[in-house]
T-cell receptor, first 118, second 111 residues
Framework: AQSVAQPEDQVNVAEGNPLTVKCTYS??????LFWYVQYPNRGLQFLLK??????LVKGSYGFEAEFNKSQTSFHLKKPSALVSDSALYFC????????????????FGQGTILTVHP | DAGVIQSPRHEVTEMGQEVTLRCKPI?????LFWYRQTMMRGLELLIY????????DSGMPEDRFSAKMPNASFSTLKIQPSEPRDSAVYFC?????????FGPGTRLTVT
């Protein structure tokens, strides 16, 4: 069974500083990995994904994430945080298998609240 | 594209009443997902459809919950009878290939 862990419930960072939101995963085979952001009273918004290829993927709003197979991690990063980045961030993994009930299903982490202070 | 559309955005009902939540996926998407989000349990997948066929409903809490997808452009999630513990935000999401796109959610309050 696939699983995702976000070890930090909260991350606090000062505006202008780099930020990292951590994610580790467990899945059989090569994973499909995703990051989503949720602002208050809104649905989840897709930020970026890793399917195959370059381990560093770039996404919306200046975010990027690095796939590390040996550490089974997919940490979200941004070089310079903005106050407007404050939100709830979810990491998700998808089983690449095309069979059975897991096909197409995303497993989400519990979320990390990012707060960027002015 | 208008994105995933959900209605109503807010629903307040009394215990025992039937509640129907509606979702219109993004045109052309072939998979549809219903999620529930609460502070206690986080984001839970309830059921998902592929090409209008239910694939996995193992997340549906109990028989009071049912979901249908009569065609590619419409799905419903019904709770009958509703209970206070069903209070949550319910999200619908659709997908074509890899990433899922979420609707704005329906905030359900059962008193």
């Amino acid at each position: 069974a696939q699983s995702v862990a976000q070890p930090e419930d909260q991350v606090n960072v000062a505006e202008g500083n780099p930020l990292t939101v951590k994610c580790t995963y467990s899945v059989s085979g090569n994973p499909y990995l995703f990051w989503y952001v949720q602002y208050p009273n809104r649905g989840l918004q897709f930020l970026l994904k890793y399917i195959t290829g370059d381990n560093l993927v770039k996404g919306s709003y200046g975010f990027e994430a690095e796939f590390n197979k040996s550490q089974t991690s997919f940490h979200l990063k941004k070089p310079s945080a903005l106050v407007s980045d404050s939100a709830l961030y979810f990491c998700a993994v998808r089983d690449p298998s095309r069979r059975g009930t897991s096909y197409g299903k995303l497993t989400f982490g519990q979320g990390t609240i990012l707060t960027v202070h002015p | 594209d208008a994105g995933v559309i959900q209605s109503p955005r807010h629903e307040v009902t009394e215990m025992g009443q039937e509640v129907t939540l509606r979702c219109k996926p993004i045109s052309g998407h072939n998979s549809l997902f219903w999620y529930r989000q609460t502070m206690m349990r986080g984001l839970e997948l309830l059921i998902y459809f592929n090409n209008n066929v239910p694939i996995d409903d193992s997340g549906m809490p109990e028989d009071r919950f049912s979901a249908k997808m009569p065609n590619a452009s419409f799905s419903t999630l019904k709770i009958q009878p509703s209970e206070p513990r069903d209070s949550a935000v319910y999200f619908c999401a659709s997908s074509l290939q890899f990433e899922q796109y979420f609707g704005p959610g329906t905030r359900l309050t059962v008193t």
